[in-house]
């Protein structure tokens, strides 16, 4: 069964903690997104690659960090210095010059 | 900065009658152009992809791409209440990440 998986699909990070965010791709594709989505903001472009072992910054990278060490996986990382981390953080995968595809999303709330 | 403009709505019309949903951009060097729908929270799903001028029909979808104006809008005949979502316009110039406007919320009276 093709497609993009993400967990978990709701997470709650204290302040202080780092948390991880999966992003898992069976669709052979090459680049991988992260965005970001608040309220009335659309999507915004937190991390992207385009290959594997090789990632570039978004518009709203800081606080956050990626890696890419096989090209089905993309775990975003949010770290204690984002300080608004509360969204819907949303993977995404595009084959070349395609539309992108969407995983189900993860829920993060702060307590 | 890349920019992506869409009124944020909402958009209300009645059963049957046509949605029209507009989205313009800035960068004129763009050439995908894609429109998404996303129901409250959930995950965006594509509509429609169109990538030269004109008109591009998918069912009750009609995808309209002008260049020159650098405009792109999505028409919705015979509007339901299931489509009742947030429209996401988005643009692509080259092999760079897709830019998102920030989507236009559609709703359908019955």
């Known amino acids: 069964d093709g497609g993009i998986t993400q967990s978990p699909k709701y997470l709650f990070r204290k302040e202080g903690q780092n948390v991880t965010l999966s992003c898992e791709q069976n669709l052979n594709h090459d680049a991988m997104y992260w965005y970001r989505q608040d309220p009335g903001q659309g999507l915004r472009l937190i991390y992207y690659?385009?290959?594997?072992?090789?990632?570039q910054k978004g518009d709203i990278a800081e606080g956050y960090s990626v890696s890419r060490e096989k090209k089905e996986s993309f775990p975003l990382t949010v770290t204690s210095a984002q300080k608004n981390p509360t969204a819907f953080y949303l993977c995404?995968?595009?084959?070349?010059?395609?539309?992108?595809?969407f995983g189900q999303g993860t829920r993060l709330t702060v307590v | 900065q890349k920019e992506v403009e869409q009124n944020s709505g909402p958009l209300s019309v009645p059963e049957g009658a046509i949605a029209s949903l507009n989205c313009t951009y800035s960068?004129?060097?763009?050439?995908?152009f894609f429109w998404y729908r996303q129901y409250s929270g959930k995950s965006p799903e594509l509509i429609m992809s169109?990538?030269?001028?004109g008109d591009k029909e998918d069912g009750r979808f009609t995808a309209q791409l002008n260049k020159a104006s650098q405009y792109v809008s999505l028409l919705i005949r015979d509007s339901q209440p299931s489509d009742s979502a947030t429209y996401l316009c988005a643009v692509e110039a080259g092999n760079t990440p897709l830019v998102f406007g920030k989507g236009t919320r559609l709703s359908v009276i019955a």
């Open positions: 690659s385009q290959i594997v072992n090789d990632f």
């Open positions: 995404a995968t595009r084959g070349g010059y395609t539309e992108a595809f």
């Open positions: 960068d004129r060097g763009s050439q995908s």
């Open positions: 169109i990538y030269s001028n």
